[in-house]
Structure formats: C-alpha cells, structure tokens
C-alpha cells in the first residue's frame, strides 16, 4: 500500500512538472502514437534527424505570400499567409493538450489565413489542419471560417470512427448541420502532410474531400468527390473532373519542403458574371519565430518583414 501510494505521488509530480511548461506552443519533443486500439493505423513514419531539428526547435514556420484570389467572378489582391507549428494534441478531446497523456500525440498543425477585399467590405478567411508527424492516419481534425460583411460561416470535420462534419452557416439553405461520413483522402490535409514527406501523397484515382473553404465559396456538399492526384518533382497537382477545378502546389523537393507557390483553378461567380479564373499565390517572406511570444506593439515590425501590412 506504502509502495502504491509512493507511486502515485511521483507520477503526480511528474503531471505538475509537464503542466508548468505548456505556455509554449510549440512542441519540445515527438510523441509516440497512443496506444488504444491500433485503429487500422499505417507504421508510424520514422522521423530524421532534420525533421526533429527543424520542427521541434520552439518556433514556428511563418510565410507570406502575395495572392490574387477568386471571388465573385473577379481577382481580388490579397495576402496569404501559412503558419505551421507542431503542438503536442489530445486524441479524444481533439485539442491542444495542456497535460500530455496517453492520448497526446504530437501533430504538424497548419493555420492558412487570407486576407483580401470584395468591393467595399474585407473578407476574411481561416483554416486549420491538425495532422499527425507520424504519418500514419487522416487528419485528426480540420476546420474552415470565413467572416465577411454578410456574415460568417464555420465548418468541421473530427477524424473518428468516422468523420464527423460541422457546418454553421447564416445562410437558410445551409444554417445548422451535424452529419457523418465514411473517411477518405481531405485537401486540407495535404498540406501538412506534404510537409513531412511529400512521397506519400496520394496518386492516381482517389476520392478525397475538397478544401473546406473552397467547398464553402461555392456552397457545395461537403462530401468525397473523385479527383486524381498526380506527384512531381517539387509539384503536387489534384484535378476534380465533376468540379472542373484544380490545385497545384510548388514546393521545394528538399527538407524541409516548403511551399513556393499554388495555384487553384474553378468556376467563380455566378450567373452572367460566372468564369474560370485561377487564384495565385507566390511567396514573399519566411521567417521562423515564436510568435505566441510576440504579441507586443514592439512586435508589429515583424508584420513588415513578412510585408502583410
């Protein structure tokens, strides 16, 4: 009894220590997989020495991007920018965890922001992808918002059993929807999953879930559609036939892979002012820093050196 009790109060001190360091948001160390039920994972990747290096180093990938974006049957002149930063995660919650457990596992996670104006009013856009270093499974989670004049709109998808998707929208055809689908491929994922090794993204004739925010521009079901995933040398190309749209991401084909360019293809607007256009983004500036610690007005300089004001 004097030997459990013993045991208890070291892992509680080990508990108290792990809680006192979690004001960083970027992850120290990699997590090893939780180990419920296996799930039908792949291996877990093998990360290099490089990978850990540059990805668990307290801080995060910040790049900039000058964009030209499709909206309401016109280009409209913006900026992009995409932070990636590892973060130790919940697996159940399916949140950033404050006390890594059993369930933590570490994750890539990627927050994409554009800003851009429509006519007289700004738009807004925001997505997240949580996406495990190992390699071995979907995205844990995804999330898409969009604020504009008119309103906002907010939109989910949990990697479960299955995938649950959120929707929340201010428009009455779409409003307040919880629905599930059988998992496949997610746009959003590919991204970070790129990130870590752009081989393993999928090729050929696949199924997979259009971005969340492209999904929402055009106010289509979220749902798999069929697409074909093509891979070269520092290129990465998806084609939905059905959508007559297209992605192409330029990377660099070495360590630490980060992306130069993308291009997006689709039918924007609607009506008589409806087109294909191509929204364009080319990189500006890259810097790696511990943003969440520079949230000073001192620190507003650094939105110069990534030239996003």
Request: with cysteine; hydrophobic share 30%; net charge negative.
């Given at each position: ?72 049957g016109e280009l ?64 844990i989670k995804v ?167």
């Amino acid at each position: 009894m004097k030997f459990a009790l013993i045991n208890y109060l070291f892992v509680l001190f080990c508990l108290t220590l792990l809680t006192a360091c979690n004001n960083s948001s970027a992850a120290k160390e990699p997590l090893e997989n939780p180990t419920k039920k296996e799930l039908d994972l792949r291996p877990a990747a093998v990360l290099s020495e490089d990978f850990k290096s540059y990805w668990y180093s307290d801080q995060a990938e910040l790049t900039s991007y000058k964009l030209e974006q499709a909206r309401y049957g016109e280009l409209r002149d913006g900026h992009a920018v995409l932070i990636y930063v590892t973060e130790v995660f919940l697996t159940g919650k399916q949140v950033k965890t404050d006390s890594p457990n059993s369930e933590s596992i570490s994750i890539l996670k990627l927050n994409s922001t554009k800003n851009y104006s429509t006519g007289i009013y700004p738009y807004s856009v925001m997505q997240s992808t949580f996406y495990p270093v190992a390699n071995n499974q979907h995205a844990i989670k995804v999330s898409s918002s969009m604020q504009e004049w008119c309103g906002h709109v907010y939109s989910q998808i949990n990697n479960r059993n299955q995938f649950e998707v959120i929707l929340h929208s201010y428009f009455e055809g779409e409003a307040d929807q919880e629905f599930k689908l059988n998992k496949s491929y997610l746009e959003n994922e590919i991204w970070t999953q790129l990130r870590i090794d752009p081989t393993t993204l999928p090729q050929g004739e696949i199924d997979i879930i259009p971005s969340l925010e492209y999904l929402r521009y055009r106010h289509s079901q979220v749902k798999p559609y069929k697409a074909t995933g093509r891979l070269e040398t520092g290129k990465y190309e998806l084609y939905y036939p059905e959508l007559e749209r297209s992605l192409i991401i330029n990377f660099n084909p070495e360590f630490p892979y980060e992306i130069e360019s993308w291009e997006e293809t689709f039918n924007s607007g609607y009506g008589q002012s409806a087109q294909k256009l191509t929204t364009k983004a080319s990189k500006l500036k890259q810097l790696n820093t511990p943003y969440w610690r520079q949230n000073r007005n001192v620190n507003e300089v650094l939105q110069d050196s990534l030239m996003i004001r």
